[in-house]
C-alpha cells in the first residue's frame, strides 16, 4: 500500500467547485468535503450544499509529491479567500475501503437508479441497482458532475448503444450504461490505476463482457478503437482536457451520436461551447456550481 499527503484548509462553500477542480488537475487521487456539522463525504461526494464553510481536504501520492509541487498547490490556493491556512500532512498507508465504510452513503437517480457500495443494500423500488466501492480513482456518482451525467443517460435510448466514456475513473457511466442496456461500452483514462479499477467494478456488476477500459495512450495508437464511433460519448473531466481533446472526442461520435461533457463550472460552459460549436449544437443542464452540455450534431 501506498503512503499519502493529504493537504486540508477551510474554505466558503461558494468556493468547492473551484478549488476542486483545481485540486483534481495538480493530480488528487481522492478529495474529501466536511461540513461544520462534521459530516463527511468521501471520494467524490461533494453534497456540501447549504454549508457555509467546508473543509476540503485532498489525497495525493506521496510517490509524485515534491517540495515545488506542494509550494504550486499553496500558491493556487491562496487565490481564494480561505478561513485558514493550508496544511498538509503524511498519511501511512491503509485499508482506505475499510476507513470509508464508516462514512459513504448510496446515490439514488431519479427514483429508478440505485448507486451505492458492495457491502450496502439497495433500497426497495429501484429498477436497478450499481455496486460501486469508494477508492482511489474518483467515481462513486455522488458528485453533482457525474449525477448530471446520469441524469442524462436515463434519458437516452441506450438499448443496443455503443456508449464510450472519455475519463472513465471507476467506469461507473460506462458501466451504468451496460445496466441500462448499452450494447457495448469502452472507458478510457490517463491512470492505470482507475482502469484496473474500472475492470474489478464491472465485474462485481456482471457487466465484464460489454465493458472494457483501457488507457488513453493505447487508445489513440489503436486503429481499431481510433476508428470507433460511439452512439453516446461522455466525458466528465476537466474544462482544460474538454477543451484540449475537442477535435478527439469530436471524432469519435458517430453522425447520429450524442456528446455529454461535463465537470464543468458555470463561468466555464461558455469556453466549452466555443470549443465545440462548429460541430455540435447544446443544450445545459444545470445543478449547484456545475453544467452539463448535451451536444447534438450541427445539420449541414
Not at 108 to 125: E, H, M, V
Not at 176 to 199: M, Q, Y
Not at 275 to 299: H, P, T
Request: glycine share 8%.
Amino acid at each position: 500500500m501506498t503512503d499519502y499527503i493529504e493537504f486540508s484548509r477551510l474554505t466558503q462553500k461558494f468556493f468547492t467547485g473551484q478549488i476542486e477542480a483545481l485540486l483534481v488537475e495538480a493530480g488528487a487521487c481522492s478529495i474529501t468535503v466536511e461540513g461544520a456539522d462534521q459530516q463527511v463525504c468521501m471520494d467524490d461526494d461533494h453534497g456540501a450544499s447549504g454549508w457555509g464553510v467546508v473543509k476540503l481536504s485532498a489525497l495525493f501520492d506521496r510517490e509524485v509529491m515534491n517540495a515545488e509541487s506542494i509550494k504550486s498547490i499553496e500558491s493556487e490556493l491562496a487565490k481564494f479567500p480561505l478561513s485558514d491556512s493550508l496544511s498538509h500532512r503524511i498519511l501511512p498507508a491503509r485499508d482506505w475501503n475499510e476507513e470509508w465504510q464508516k462514512h459513504i452513503q448510496p446515490t439514488l437517480i431519479n427514483d429508478c437508479l440505485w448507486i451505492g457500495p458492495t457491502w450496502g443494500k439497495p433500497s426497495a423500488g429501484f429498477q436497478h441497482a450499481v455496486r460501486i466501492d469508494p477508492g482511489l480513482a474518483f467515481g462513486t456518482g455522488s458528485h453533482e458532475t457525474t449525477q448530471l451525467c446520469l441524469e442524462v443517460l436515463l434519458n437516452l435510448p441506450l438499448e443496443n448503444a455503443f456508449v464510450i466514456d472519455f475519463g472513465c475513473g471507476t467506469g461507473i457511466l460506462g458501466i451504468v450504461s451496460c445496466v441500462l442496456g448499452a450494447r457495448c461500452s469502452i472507458g478510457i483514462d490517463i491512470d492505470p490505476r482507475a482502469i484496473e479499477i474500472a475492470r474489478q467494478n464491472s465485474k462485481q456488476n456482471n457487466v465484464e463482457t460489454r465493458f472494457r477500459s483501457c488507457l488513453l495512450k493505447d487508445f489513440l495508437n489503436s486503429g481499431d478503437l481510433q476508428s470507433a464511433e460511439g452512439d453516446i460519448v461522455v466525458a466528465n473531466i476537466l474544462t482544460g482536457t474538454l477543451i484540449e481533446y475537442s477535435k478527439t472526442l469530436e471524432g469519435l461520435v458517430a453522425g447520429h451520436g450524442t456528446l455529454i461533457l461535463s465537470g464543468i463550472l458555470a463561468n466555464q460552459a461558455q469556453s466549452v461551447v466555443e470549443a465545440y460549436q462548429d460541430a455540435f449544437q447544446f443544450s445545459a443542464v444545470q445543478r449547484e456550481d456545475w453544467v452539463a452540455l448535451i451536444g447534438a450534431r450541427q445539420k449541414g
